[in-house]
């Protein structure tokens, strides 16, 4: 009986001792490991790119670097990860995509897939983009404002019909961007026969750092706009030649006599900003078609200048309500208004080398933008005389009148004699500046 007692407490020890096992491997904490799905393998000959990351800081840079090196698909681990994974992974997928340059400019959106892999979690990044390899290899970087300028008037001397540049806020914007095209153009009409139409978007919206991608609308191909270019050139330089020993005042009246060849194109005006530019607004239409507008007039005007060292400014203004454009002179130091489409309408009389006073009646222009025209007499070495302009001086000293004297007696007229025969008109030329 003692026996059998002794066995049964030893069984039930045993027992007991068993049970307790069981429930200490119960409470034991355990890992579930869900299988990993290898990604899809890169193309031949390439390899998936693999960073390591343990913050979300870190895990954001991969990503943009994944981005900035045009990879569609990127591996992240991220090893001693402290924060939530997944949400992570998706905030750091769309922060690149919206709010860096390069993703904002180039992305269409950015997918990230998480796995465990045993101690770490790896992020799967698929990237899909708007933008070529060759538009975001194409992309400039600039680090002043000066740069941002060389490489515009690049673009424009090329005839290209975009431009993307990464600059910083702190020297670039949109409108400074838009700005400095009108300047360029109207700075230099050899850039481009035709007005560049620019239009420019910024990539991001926010941040320091933006893509800024300008688009110019062209009416013609680039060849087609190279091939202008060179011919405008080489009018432009042909009727230059023509000024050989002649002074800054007979060289500006020589300019304005040639361009009275060209056919004035009224331009109806609408008041509308932005209203669209033809080939009749710019030196292209005045110099080679023969056929311009007041600003076609004084972009053609301001190329032959330069072609001439003369300082030339083109403005755009109006007259009389309509938009207008002339320009700016500097003869001897002394800043002048010419208006070489008034001249080829109604002479050289009121419209040739004109102070800000005697415009101001039928001009209206930005005074704080372009300089003054104070000056108060048009040089001596050029004289006025019939069909010439009116001279910038000071009114003449009054004097006596003289006393008057008896009018001769009058003489018979002489007999009247017919007119001599009309002679047929010449033949119409093409015009005159039409290499």
């Known amino acids: 009986m003692k026996q059998s007692l002794t066995a049964t407490i030893a069984l039930l020890l045993a027992l007991m001792t068993l049970f307790s096992g069981c429930m200490s491997a119960l409470e034991r904490d355990y890992v579930t490991e869900t299988a990993h799905k290898p990604s899809a393998p890169p193309p031949e000959g390439t390899a998936t790119p693999v960073v390591e990351v343990s913050d979300y800081q870190q895990l954001r840079d991969a990503i943009e670097g994944f981005v900035n090196a045009r ?11 402290p924060r939530d994974i997944e949400e992570d992974v998706s905030g750091a997928c769309m922060e690149v995509a919206n709010n860096t340059p390069m993703g904002a400019y180039a992305v269409y959106y950015i997918t990230g897939s998480v796995s465990r892999i045993v101690s770490y979690y ?6 899909t983009y708007k933008k070529s390899a060759e538009q975001m290899a ?26 993307a540049l990464l600059a910083n806020v702190s020297f670039a914007s949109e409108s400074m961007i838009e700005d400095c095209v009108e300047e360029l153009y109207y700075g230099d009409p050899s850039l481009s026969a035709v007005y560049p139409a620019p239009s420019v ?22 060849a087609s706009l190279l091939s202008m270019r060179e011919s405008l050139a080489a009018v432009a330089d042909a ?39 033809t080939t009749e607004d710019t030196a292209y239409g005045a110099l080679i078609r023969g056929t311009a507008t007041s600003e076609g007039f004084a972009m053609a005007m301001k190329l032959l200048c330069d072609r001439l060292g003369i300082e030339c400014i083109t403005v755009l203004g109006r007259r009389e309500g309509a938009d207008c454009g002339w320009n700016l002179v500097n003869v001897d130091g002394e800043w002048y208004h010419l208006d070489a489409f008034r001249c080829a309408l109604e002479g050289l009389n009121g419209h ?3 102070n800000d006073a005697a415009m101001s009646d039928d001009y209206l222009w930005d005074t704080a933008k372009y300089p ?48 001599p025969e009309e002679t047929p008109p010449p033949e119409e030329t093409e015009p005159v500046m039409t290499p």
């Open 138 to 163: 194409s992309v400039t970087e600039t680090d002043d404002w000066e740069a941002v300028r060389e490489a515009i008037s690049s673009a424009l001397s090329d005839g290209v019909s975009s431009l």
């Open 239 to 277: 009727v230059a030649a023509e000024a050989d020993g002649l002074s800054q005042e007979e060289t500006l009246r020589m300019l304005t006599e040639r361009l009275a060849d060209v056919t004035p194109a009224e331009k109806e005006w609408t008041g509308l900003v932005g209203t669209e530019k």
């Open 122 to 127: 790896e992020a799967d990044i698929g990237i």
């Open 372 to 419: 003054a025209s104070t000056a108060g007499g048009e040089p001596e070495e050029i004289p006025s005389g019939p069909g010439g302009g009116t001279p910038i001086v000071s009114p003449p000293e009054e004097t006596e009148t003289p006393e008057e004297t008896e009018m001769p007696e009058e003489t018979t007229p002489p007999e009247e004699t017919e007119p």
């Open 352 to 354: 040739f080398l004109r």
């Open 201 to 222: 978007a910024a990539y991001p919206q926010t941040g320091a750092d933006r893509i800024y991608e300008i688009t110019f609308s062209y009416q013609y191909l680039r």
């Open 71 to 81: 990879e569609e698909n990127g591996l992240v681990r991220l090893v001693g990860y």
